[in-house]
């Protein structure tokens, strides 16, 4: 804690408020896919218990975060954990595409906390870039360091707000959210330190283009399956 209270002490310092901008404008730019994540996983919920999920969505998030700044994230370094973190995110995404029917006899607690672990579990994969960018903006500054990851809760509920709202107008965000979801677990997978070593200079494909069509694979894939799961599911209904 002191060291918390320490860290604001350079708060006279020009480059304390820079940094404090920085990491305002880092979290606007990397929130938008927790917002995505906790706006599909709530938008079956009742509307009584859509914002009580996306604010105990964004606690999960950002005790994800906290996790990622201090174990989690050493762990992402090694062999096959984001490719198993990415097709974990793949799945999730094709899910969101295919939310269960509403059941008479599941309790409304249930599916609240269903959509929770569904946030918790893509987070897990997703916290990683935002934790680093903040980490280095803070550059050391335990209070900013802190202050960045608090500030990522107001971040994430506006956007999953926006986003909830837009869903009732635009349903094809549906599908453009979770492409973006699989996009983005394509460029996990591709980033995976076995994958980089078996795509460098010497490789057939450079790395920046199998990136580059992991990440197409990945928003098509999660389409395409999101598409294939419902007319499976209106088959037997």
């Known amino acids: 804690m002191s060291e918390i209270l320490s860290g604001f ?8 408020w820079i ?23 709530c938008r079956s919920l009742p509307p009584k218990q859509r914002f009580g999920g996306m604010v105990i969505g964004t606690g999960v998030a950002l005790t994800m975060r906290l996790v990622f700044a201090t174990v989690v994230s050493s762990l992402m370094l090694l062999p096959y954990i984001k490719i198993v973190g990415g097709a974990a ?15 008479q006899n599941t309790a409304a607690a249930d599916d ?6 569904i946030i918790a579990l893509a987070d897990i994969v997703m916290s990683l870039d935002n934790v680093i960018a903040v980490a280095a903006a803070a550059n050391g500054n335990t209070a900013l360091l802190v202050f960045g990851l608090g500030i990522s809760i107001p971040a994430i509920v506006a956007g999953a707000t926006v986003i909830m709202a837009m869903l009732n107008y635009f349903p094809l965000i ?10 983005i677990a394509g460029d996990v997978i591709a980033t995976d330190p076995i994958v980089v070593e ?14 580059l069509y992991c990440s197409i694979l990945g928003a098509v894939g999660v389409v395409l399956g999101g598409r294939m799961l419902r007319a499976r599911r209106d088959q037997l209904v």
């Open 174 to 183: 549906i599908w453009g959210g979770a492409a973006v979801l699989g996009w």
């Open 9 to 16: 002490s350079d708060y006279t310092q020009p480059h304390f």
């Open 112 to 117: 609240l906390w269903r959509a929770v672990k």
């Open 89 to 103: 995110l793949l799945w999730i995404a094709v899910k969101l595409l295919t939310p269960d029917e509403p059941d």
């Open 198 to 211: 078996n795509t460098g200079p010497n490789a057939p494909i450079p790395h920046e283009k199998f990136r």
């Open 19 to 41: 940094s404090v901008v920085e990491i305002i404008w880092i979290n606007v730019l990397l929130s938008g896919d927790n917002a995505i994540v906790i706006a599909l996983a």
